[in-house]
């Protein structure tokens, strides 16, 4: 993994933190390759952060997790708002673009509106991945959004 700000860590940090459980803060000593991220242990689950524009390093990063059975969730910390790819190792496929939302206690990440993905519930135990939104309505998920927006305004400007 590519170095990356103290910044960007302590954004990777917290949203390791957000999602919940054992975090491993050094799982390069276990897993080579896995420097400058976070396992979240319980979730088989490495988070990793970037600077760079979307698409950029897919392959790079999802290689190191590919080779330990891990799926993969990058933050992208390169425009006004965090985006989010996520990489499912079971079928060695990208989920890119991704907002995070909040909805009944928990963090979602939600993709494109013109992109046909599922809603991804990431949190101590994995990814779920469901062709449903999880909320009934546009206006509770555009708020569910705005929440999750609020939470993390504070680190992804210094990231």
């Known amino acids: 993994m590519p170095w990356i700000k103290a910044a960007t860590y302590r954004?990777?940090?917290?949203?390791?933190?957000?999602?919940?459980?054992?975090?491993?803060?050094?799982?390069?000593?276990?897993?080579?390759?896995?420097?400058?991220?976070v396992l979240l242990e319980g979730a088989n689950?490495?988070?990793?952060?970037?600077?760079?524009?979307?698409?950029?390093?897919?392959?790079d990063v999802s290689a190191v997790t590919r080779q330990y059975g891990m799926d993969l969730?990058?933050?992208?910390f390169s425009g006004p708002v965090a985006k989010y790819d996520i990489y499912r190792c079971k079928d060695d496929q990208w989920f890119t673009g991704?907002?995070?939302?909040?909805?009944e206690d928990r963090y979602w990440f939600c993709p494109?509106?013109?992109?046909?993905?599922?809603?991804?519930?990431?949190?101590?135990?994995g990814?779920?991945?469901?062709?449903?939104?999880?909320?009934?309505?546009?206006?509770r998920f555009e708020?569910?959004?705005?929440?999750a927006?609020?939470?993390?305004?504070q680190w992804q400007e210094a990231a």
């Open 11 to 37: 954004g990777i940090m917290m949203l390791a933190a957000d999602i919940g459980g054992p975090i491993d803060f050094s799982p390069e000593q276990r897993f080579p390759g896995a420097r400058h991220g």
């Open 45 to 59: 689950l490495l988070i990793v952060g970037t600077r760079t524009g979307p698409n950029i390093g897919l392959y």
């Open 73 to 76: 969730l990058l933050a992208r």
């Open 98 to 103: 991704y907002q995070r939302a909040w909805f």
């Open 112 to 125: 494109p509106d013109e992109v046909d993905q599922p809603f991804i519930l990431a949190h101590r135990r």
């Open 127 to 139: 990814l779920q991945f469901s062709t449903h939104a999880p909320c009934p309505d546009a206006r």
């Open 143 to 147: 708020a569910g959004l705005s929440l």
């Open 149 to 153: 927006a609020q939470t993390s305004t």
